[in-house]
Nanobody
Framework: QVQLVESGGGLVQAGGSLRLSCAAS????????MGWFRQAPGKEREFVAA????????AYADSVNRRFTISRDNAKNTVYLQMNSLKPEDTAKYLC???????????????????WGQGTQVTVSA
């Protein structure tokens, strides 16, 4: 079955960096777009970044654009999220997700994804 295992979260000071990884298995990874979302306590899940199945196209939320970079290694079935210049408002659980259908677009809506990991916690201190 589909498995998504996130790692790389932790506690970091504002201005610092973290690199999240999401190891995928149980499906044809290279055919699907992948996304990163985040959810803070008491808030709705929000889109962070997405990448097309080839890695040629990416999309970002305005709040993270030019600070975060999404990438993927189809040989390793892994998607990454490099997070730089972290802010306290970036504190959340970060989840990776697989798109519902194969595609060439970096889908941005949570409804476009139907398989989710358990998430990794990112905490940014002021």
């Amino acid at each position: 079955q589909v498995q998504l295992v996130e790692s790389g979260g932790g506690l970091v000071q504002a201005g610092g960096s973290l690199r999240l990884s999401c190891a995928a298995s149980g499906f044809a990874f290279s055919m699907y777009s992948m996304g990163w979302f985040r959810q803070a306590p008491g808030k709705e899940r929000e889109f962070v970044a997405a990448i097309s199945q080839s890695g040629w196209s990416a999309a970002y939320a305005d709040s993270v654009n030019r600070r975060f970079t999404i990438s993927r290694d189809n040989a390793k079935n892994t998607v990454y999220l490099q997070m730089n210049s972290l802010k306290p408002e970036d504190t959340a659980k970060y989840l990776c997700a697989v798109s519902k259908r194969p595609g060439t677009r970096p889908f941005q809506g949570s409804d476009d994804y139907d398989r989710w990991g358990q998430g990794t916690q990112v905490t940014v201190s002021a």
